[in-house]
Protein backbone atom coordinates (compact mmCIF):
# COMPACT_ATOMS: atom_id res chain seq x y z
CA UNK A 1 0.00 0.00 0.00
CA UNK A 2 0.92 3.33 -0.96
CA UNK A 3 1.49 5.75 1.47
CA UNK A 4 -1.57 8.70 1.13
CA UNK A 5 0.52 11.33 1.86
CA UNK A 6 4.45 11.09 0.68
CA UNK A 7 3.48 8.18 -2.07
CA UNK A 8 5.76 5.93 -0.06
CA UNK A 9 5.49 2.29 -0.71
CA UNK A 10 5.48 0.65 3.06
CA UNK A 11 5.85 -2.72 1.67
CA UNK A 12 7.46 -2.97 -2.00
CA UNK A 13 6.72 -6.30 -4.01
CA UNK A 14 10.37 -7.98 -4.44
CA UNK A 15 12.22 -5.90 -7.02
CA UNK A 16 9.81 -3.45 -7.83
CA UNK A 17 8.37 -0.37 -6.13
CA UNK A 18 9.75 2.72 -4.51
CA UNK A 19 12.16 2.68 -2.07
CA UNK A 20 12.34 6.30 -0.97
CA UNK A 21 9.45 8.94 -0.13
CA UNK A 22 7.84 10.47 -3.49
CA UNK A 23 8.46 14.87 -3.40
CA UNK A 24 11.95 14.57 -0.78
CA UNK A 25 11.26 14.90 2.78
CA UNK A 26 10.30 11.97 4.73
CA UNK A 27 6.99 9.50 5.17
CA UNK A 28 5.28 10.45 8.40
CA UNK A 29 4.55 6.86 9.20
CA UNK A 30 8.05 5.49 8.01
CA UNK A 31 9.54 3.42 10.53
CA UNK A 32 6.45 3.02 12.62
CA UNK A 33 5.31 -0.09 13.51
CA UNK A 34 1.95 -1.08 11.28
CA UNK A 35 2.46 1.76 9.18
CA UNK A 36 0.32 0.43 6.22
CA UNK A 37 -2.63 0.09 8.66
CA UNK A 38 -1.82 3.99 10.68
CA UNK A 39 -2.01 5.39 7.28
CA UNK A 40 -4.68 3.42 5.89
CA UNK A 41 -6.42 4.65 8.89
CA UNK A 42 -5.76 8.00 8.48
CA UNK A 43 -6.67 8.41 5.32
CA UNK A 44 -10.20 7.58 6.13
CA UNK A 45 -10.07 9.66 9.32
CA UNK A 46 -9.53 12.79 7.65
CA UNK A 47 -11.54 12.12 4.39
CA UNK A 48 -14.19 14.26 3.24
CA UNK A 49 -16.88 11.58 3.75
CA UNK A 50 -16.76 13.13 7.50
CA UNK A 51 -17.12 16.67 6.26
CA UNK A 52 -20.53 19.03 6.53
CA UNK A 53 -20.02 18.82 2.33
CA UNK A 54 -19.63 14.83 1.86
CA UNK A 55 -21.92 13.79 -0.73
CA UNK A 56 -22.92 10.12 -1.58
CA UNK A 57 -19.54 9.58 -3.46
CA UNK A 58 -17.50 10.91 -0.99
CA UNK A 59 -19.11 7.72 1.05
CA UNK A 60 -18.63 5.10 -1.25
CA UNK A 61 -15.09 6.00 -1.45
CA UNK A 62 -15.02 5.80 2.70
CA UNK A 63 -17.14 2.74 2.73
CA UNK A 64 -14.84 0.72 -0.38
CA UNK A 65 -11.64 2.41 1.98
CA UNK A 66 -12.48 0.60 5.20
CA UNK A 67 -13.37 -2.33 3.34
CA UNK A 68 -9.38 -2.46 2.00
CA UNK A 69 -8.53 -1.26 5.66
CA UNK A 70 -10.28 -4.08 7.60
CA UNK A 71 -9.08 -6.71 5.31
CA UNK A 72 -5.63 -5.36 5.85
CA UNK A 73 -6.28 -6.02 9.54
CA UNK A 74 -8.11 -8.84 9.25
CA UNK A 75 -3.84 -10.34 7.38
CA UNK A 76 -2.39 -8.07 10.19
CA UNK A 77 -4.06 -10.17 13.00
CA UNK A 78 -3.56 -14.11 11.03
CA UNK A 79 -0.07 -13.19 12.32
CA UNK A 80 -0.86 -12.00 15.88
CA UNK A 81 -2.60 -14.31 18.64
CA UNK A 82 -4.49 -10.67 20.18
CA UNK A 83 -8.56 -12.11 21.35
CA UNK A 84 -9.44 -8.12 21.82
CA UNK A 85 -8.43 -7.46 18.72
CA UNK A 86 -10.52 -10.19 16.72
CA UNK A 87 -13.29 -9.12 18.54
CA UNK A 88 -13.21 -5.42 17.94
CA UNK A 89 -12.65 -6.61 14.20
CA UNK A 90 -15.87 -8.30 13.80
CA UNK A 91 -17.18 -5.58 15.32
CA UNK A 92 -16.10 -3.20 12.89
CA UNK A 93 -17.18 -5.64 9.59
CA UNK A 94 -20.64 -5.74 11.41
CA UNK A 95 -20.73 -1.85 11.33
CA UNK A 96 -19.53 -1.74 7.67
CA UNK A 97 -21.69 -4.22 7.14
CA UNK A 98 -25.04 -1.42 8.42
CA UNK A 99 -23.54 1.35 6.32
CA UNK A 100 -23.97 -1.08 2.61
CA UNK A 101 -22.29 0.13 -0.29
CA UNK A 102 -25.47 2.27 -1.80
CA UNK A 103 -26.93 3.55 1.74
CA UNK A 104 -26.68 7.24 2.53
CA UNK A 105 -27.88 10.07 5.58
CA UNK A 106 -27.00 9.98 9.02
CA UNK A 107 -27.47 6.07 9.22
CA UNK A 108 -24.37 5.33 6.97
CA UNK A 109 -22.42 7.88 8.39
CA UNK A 110 -22.71 6.72 12.23
CA UNK A 111 -21.97 2.91 10.58
CA UNK A 112 -19.16 3.94 8.77
CA UNK A 113 -18.10 6.56 12.16
CA UNK A 114 -18.03 2.74 14.00
CA UNK A 115 -16.18 0.48 11.64
CA UNK A 116 -13.56 3.57 11.63
CA UNK A 117 -13.19 3.41 15.69
CA UNK A 118 -13.40 -0.34 15.59
CA UNK A 119 -10.69 -0.55 13.31
CA UNK A 120 -8.47 2.61 15.27
CA UNK A 121 -9.00 0.03 18.23
CA UNK A 122 -7.51 -2.82 16.75
CA UNK A 123 -4.86 -0.71 15.51
CA UNK A 124 -4.28 0.45 19.27
CA UNK A 125 -4.36 -3.30 19.97
CA UNK A 126 -1.63 -4.42 18.14
CA UNK A 127 0.44 -1.84 19.19
CA UNK A 128 -0.38 -2.70 23.14
CA UNK A 129 1.13 -5.84 21.89
CA UNK A 130 4.13 -4.78 20.82
CA UNK A 131 4.65 -2.38 23.77
CA UNK A 132 3.83 0.73 22.03
CA UNK A 133 1.73 3.65 22.49
CA UNK A 134 -1.85 3.54 20.69
CA UNK A 135 -2.16 5.33 17.41
CA UNK A 136 -3.23 9.22 17.58
CA UNK A 137 -4.72 10.37 14.09
CA UNK A 138 -4.08 13.93 15.54
CA UNK A 139 0.13 13.27 15.31
CA UNK A 140 -0.57 13.47 11.65
CA UNK A 141 -2.95 15.85 10.64
CA UNK A 142 -0.98 18.25 9.55
CA UNK A 143 0.23 16.08 6.66
CA UNK A 144 -3.37 16.08 5.17
CA UNK A 145 -5.31 18.71 3.84
CA UNK A 146 -7.66 19.08 6.99
CA UNK A 147 -7.77 22.20 9.16
CA UNK A 148 -8.69 20.23 11.85
CA UNK A 149 -9.37 16.72 13.06
CA UNK A 150 -13.14 16.04 11.37
CA UNK A 151 -16.37 16.93 13.38
CA UNK A 152 -18.07 14.47 15.79
CA UNK A 153 -21.03 14.52 16.39
CA UNK A 154 -23.38 12.75 19.37
CA UNK A 155 -24.83 10.32 17.32
Wanted: with cysteine; hydrophobic share 40%.
Amino acid sequence: MNCPICGWEHFPAAGRGRTAPAKGGSCPYKGTEYAELRAGHDQIYFGRWRGMDANSIDLRRAYHQLGRLLRDIAVALEKEDVPAARLDLGKAFDALRGAGPGVEGPEALRHLDHALSYAHRVIGDLLHEKGLAPHSPADFAGWFDAAEVPFREDW
